[in-house]
Structure formats: C-alpha cells, structure tokens
C-alpha cells in the first residue's frame, strides 16, 4: 500500500486565483505559507518558512475563491503531485502542488469580521439581548448518583 498525503496549516500568500475548466468545472489556486520554528545546536531559535502552490477543484474552488483571500488562515488536506512541462525558453520545468481533496477555513482575525460587537458608547439597557438557544440541552438540577446508572 502506498501513501500520498499532505496536510497543511498556514496562512494564503496571495488571493485564489478561480478560473474555468474546458469541461465548465471549477479550479482554484493560491498559496499557502507554512512556519517551522526549531531550536539550531547553538540554542538559538530559527524559523523556516516553506511555501505551497494548493489547486482545488469544483465547488471547493468557487467557495474558497468568494471567502479566502491574502492573509487568511486555512487548513488544507490532499495530495502531493508534481506536473512537468516543456518551456521554449526554460527547458524542462517541474511544479509541486498540492491537490486539496478538503479546505477548511481558519479563525478570522481580528479586525476582519465575522463578530459584532456592540458599540462601546450604548448602554446596556440599549444593547441588544442575545436570544437563548432553542436547542439547548436541560441538564437536571440534582446531582447524579454513579451508582444509579445502568451500565
């Protein structure tokens, strides 16, 4: 059995770049820049920064190019493939991506939304009450004896 997994947590280098497939699919591409800190034989701390070319496709690429951009913390999960080419120019040219089966979005930071807070200068009799959970679990007020459950 074999095994070609890569998983990331990072940070976008650049915006996703959506374009459209012949076939009308989806992909997307973007950057992500990981952080490795370790301690060098003399002690002292050295970070190392590695970037990821990521591709995504279908409905993954439309929704991670409308919400992630430059900056955004995301979690990537997929496979390593390395694409070959032949450039007039160059010569042969290599390029890793990582081929994202999953993208989950990181915490937002502050200052780019996604809370509300209410405004400093309204009281408390002004600020809006937050409504109580419909589906909040009712946990009985006694205390539960171990000796009465069942298994």
């Not at 997307?28 to 370790?38: E, K, L, P, Q």
């Not at 920064?49 to 409905?59: A, Q």
């Not at 070959?84 to 999953?102: C, L, M, N, V």
């Amino acid at each position: 059995m074999y095994i070609n997994k890569a998983m990331l947590f990072g940070n976008l280098t650049r915006d996703p770049e959506l374009r459209s497939l012949p076939s009308g699919g989806q992909v997307a591409s973007f950057g992500v820049a990981t952080n490795r800190v370790f301690k060098k034989q003399d002690g002292s701390k050295q970070e190392a920064t590695e970037f990821h070319n990521v591709v995504v496709f279908g409905r993954q690429a439309e929704t991670a190019a409308q919400y992630l951009k430059k900056g955004s913390s995301v979690y990537v999960e997929g496979r390593i493939q390395t694409r070959t080419w032949d450039s007039p120019e160059k010569g042969k040219q290599y390029k890793t991506e990582i081929i994202a089966e999953r993208v989950q979005f990181g915490p937002r930071g502050s200052g780019t939304g996604g809370g509300s807070a209410a405004p400093q200068n309204v009281s408390d009799a002004e600020a809006p009450q937050k409504a109580p959970k419909d589906d909040a679990i009712d946990y009985p007020e006694e205390d539960i004896n171990p000796d009465d459950i069942p298994f």
